[in-house]
């Protein structure tokens, strides 16, 4: 069966829409591709390859050229997404996937809002492919609420999850990593419950 490929490789971007400063991404290269795998009569054995063909394109992508890669692969009724790599802008996850972001409201701090009309919006340009995932968010002054409307649907974010978490003494600051994430059915991996000991009885 012939799979249709797409990958994308985003890098790290700081978006200012008025007294806001958002860390994302934005697209820098994407190609297309065509593969084949063998035909699946079950549905979950072909998301399974599918999966399988995006994972080993993204794995190149990201060894090759760094940054954020993630590769659709596309066969006759189905579909699976994977996504991986690092940068050390990311901060705070925002989004569960990479998406395109098309405005923010924002519920400035001593100001009521009852309705999402009563926040302040700020448009995306329409020519700039903004896209969210894990980044950050900078404002002139306190706010109390953000709405992320993006092409995916939108998300509520409070400033307490913008924080950084506290690092206990002599502990390293870590660098930020994108996280790695897919989309197909999922499969667990149980884990190995440990072995008990048993007692030798002495006689």
């Known amino acids: 069966?012939?799979?249709?490929?797409?990958?994308?490789?985003?890098?790290?971007?700081?978006?200012?829409?008025?007294?806001?400063?958002?860390?994302?991404?934005?697209?820098?290269?994407?190609s297309w591709g065509e593969t084949r795998v063998r035909e699946k009569k079950d549905s979950v054995k072909l998301l399974?390859?599918?999966y399988n063909v995006a994972a080993n394109r993204t794995y190149r992508a990201v060894k090759s050229g760094g940054g954020f890669v993630e590769t659709e692969a596309v066969g006759i009724g189905a579909a699976a997404l994977d996504g991986d790599g690092s940068y050390s802008e990311a901060k705070a996850?925002?989004?569960?996937?990479?998406?395109?972001?098309?405005?923010?409201?924002?519920?400035?701090?001593?100001?009521?809002?009852?309705?999402?009309?009563?926040?302040?919006?700020?448009?995306?340009?329409?020519?700039?492919?903004?896209?969210i995932y894990e980044g950050s968010v900078e404002a002139e002054k306190p706010w109390e609420m953000l709405v992320l409307d993006t092409e995916d649907g939108q998300r509520i974010i409070l400033p307490s999850e913008l924080k950084p978490p506290r690092r206990h003494a002599g502990e390293k600051k870590a660098q930020g990593k994108g996280r790695k994430y897919r989309r197909k059915t999922g499969e667990r991996k149980a884990k190995k419950s440990g072995r008990k000991r048993r007692r030798r009885r002495r006689k």
């Open 1 to 30: 069966m012939k799979v249709l490929l797409r990958t994308r490789v985003l890098r790290p971007y700081l978006l200012k829409l008025g007294p806001l400063a958002i860390r994302g991404l934005v697209v820098v290269d994407e």
């Open 93 to 131: 996850l925002m989004f569960p996937k990479p998406s395109r972001l098309i405005r923010v409201g924002v519920a400035w701090a001593g100001r009521a809002v009852e309705k999402l009309d009563d926040m302040d919006w700020y448009e995306v340009p329409a020519q700039l492919e903004f896209y």
């Open 48 to 50: 399974h390859s599918l």
